[in-house]
């Protein structure tokens, strides 16, 4: 699992923007323009399944490598599945699909994104993900938006995360707060996208007038126009931008330049993507610039000083992709995912009366559902950190209270209820010296809502269960 991850790692996203609006796209010519980045030394490169072709192209260009006996690019790749549960065969039939693209035998690095933390089966297929790894299909095994609750909770759970791929820039601080000091402590490495803010932080939007989103000619800078929005108006954007101009004149750089070193100088986890441009050589020059240079403190302090006036983007890192305001290209989802199904099958039983069961075997052992629905009350089962015959969180008091309240509220959500209708829970704590772990976590998840709660230490079938909860809720009429 030795993966050397770079300070400079080149995107491929733009394949999929250059495939969407040229019909005469040649594969082959790409292959040519990405070996000019490889022998500028600039060698990991990072795609997607959902990058148009651009699996399909580093596996032409690492075959003609390898044929070639010339040093082989390191390949990483992202797995975006739909919504829901993934069986064993699902996740092996897209690591299969991604070696048969790259043409290769192991995967260097893949990186899983979950959409919906509430079906506990992200993480099921996180564990999957590891088998493989085990196996030998992948050499190394990241993330990609995750929020620093639920990496924690995977690494709690010993699935051997070495990297955690976010949106990280001069508009978007969120990482600073948790995520870059926990990857810190646990050598996890953060791979920043978004530095340049889709092309914003660059010379060329230096004293233009402020477009429309509609108006934008990329996904990119759609996206990225809605994170400026959030942080700071326009003319507070171009005043930084005159701050950097001045301070890369200062250090002879580009706007873009100064963005991605101070990104990639922040931390020592750091890595930055910076997307390729096919065919221009100049701009591999940059890269590689960026690769290799660092900033003076005293340019470090000034950045640091101009991002004062901004706002805070909430939440944590990924969030953009799970709660409004969507941080997207479109504004929302769509263009993503068309729906999200229950995390847990309901019945309707008759009567006004709804089950909602996750299929264990426990269920229909002791006769149980996970959730029953009657009227406009909903009552949620004791919930452990459990899924299937998987322990989550390990030892850890809060990993295990996040995941058994993400399992509860995935049980609300499958009876159209959610958090905020929660009225009550009960807390039952195998080891008092835990309890306090595990109230401020319910403390987290119930800011503002307050149910009425009771805490009490019990022993719990089960000893690795540190923690069952209970719910109940009531819907407005």
């Not at 044929?67 to 549960?85: D, F, N």
Request: with cysteine; proline share 4%; hydrophobic share 40%.
């Amino acid at each position: 699992m030795n993966l050397n991850i770079p300070p400079v790692i080149i995107g491929l996203w733009q394949i999929a923007d250059i495939e969407r609006k040229n019909a005469t796209f040649n594969p082959a010519s790409v292959v040519e323009n990405m070996e000019a980045y490889l022998d500028a030394g600039l060698n990991f490169f990072d795609m997607a399944d959902h990058y148009g072709s651009a699996e399909i192209i580093a596996g032409l260009l690492y075959k003609k490598r390898k044929e070639e006996g010339k040093s082989l690019p390191v390949l990483a790749t992202k797995w975006v599945p739909k919504p829901g549960h993934n069986s064993k065969d699902m996740v092996k039939d897209a690591v299969t699909l991604a070696l048969n693209r790259l043409q290769v035998d192991q995967l260097d690095l893949l990186q899983f994104h979950a959409w919906d933390y509430t079906d506990p089966s992200w993480i099921e297929t996180l564990f999957y993900l590891d088998e493989l790894r085990k196996e030998g299909y992948i050499k190394a095994l990241g993330v990609t938006n995750m929020d620093t609750v639920h990496l924690k909770m995977a690494i709690d759970s010993n699935i051997p995360i070495v990297s955690n791929q976010i949106s990280h820039s001069l508009f978007d601080q969120r990482a600073v707060h948790k995520m870059i000091p926990y990857c810190l402590e646990n050598q996890i490495r953060v791979l920043c996208y978004g530095t340049v803010a889709g092309g914003f932080f660059s010379n060329k939007w230096l004293g233009k007038v402020e477009p429309s989103i509609e108006d934008l000619p990329t996904w990119s800078l759609m996206k990225y126009k809605r994170f400026q929005e959030e942080v700071c108006d326009w003319k507070q954007f171009q005043d930084l931008l005159e701050q950097l101009d001045g301070i890369s004149k200062k250090l002879d750089l580009s706007i873009a330049q100064l963005a991605s070193i101070y990104i990639k100088e922040e931390f020592q986890c750091n890595s930055v993507i910076i997307g390729a441009r096919l065919g221009e050589l100049e701009h591999i020059a940059e890269n590689k610039q960026v690769s290799k240079m660092s900033l003076d403190e005293e340019s470090k302090i000034e950045i640091a000083h101009c991002l004062k006036q901004f706002n805070s983007i909430n939440g944590d890192c990924g969030d953009e992709y799970r709660y409004p305001p969507f941080l997207t290209a479109s504004g929302d989802l769509s263009h993503h995912i068309a729906s999200f199904p229950p995390a847990f099958q309901v019945k309707d039983e008759g009567n006004g009366r709804y089950s909602a069961s996750s299929g264990t075997i426990w269920e229909s052992f002791a006769g149980y559902s996970r959730a029953v629905k009657k009227g406009n009350h909903v009552f949620v089962s004791g919930t452990t950190a459990t899924q299937g015959s998987l322990v989550i969180g390990g030892n850890s008091p809060d990993s295990q209270m996040h995941f058994v309240l993400d399992k509860i509220e995935g049980a609300l959500k499958s009876m159209n209820a959610t958090m905020r209708d929660v009225v009550r829970t009960r807390i039952f704590v195998s080891d008092v010296q835990h309890w306090e772990a595990i109230a401020r976590v319910h403390g987290k998840r119930f800011e503002g809502i307050n149910p009425t709660n009771t805490l009490v230490v019990a022993k719990l079938i089960g000893e690795e269960y540190l923690v069952e909860v209970e719910a109940d809720a009531i819907l407005d009429e």
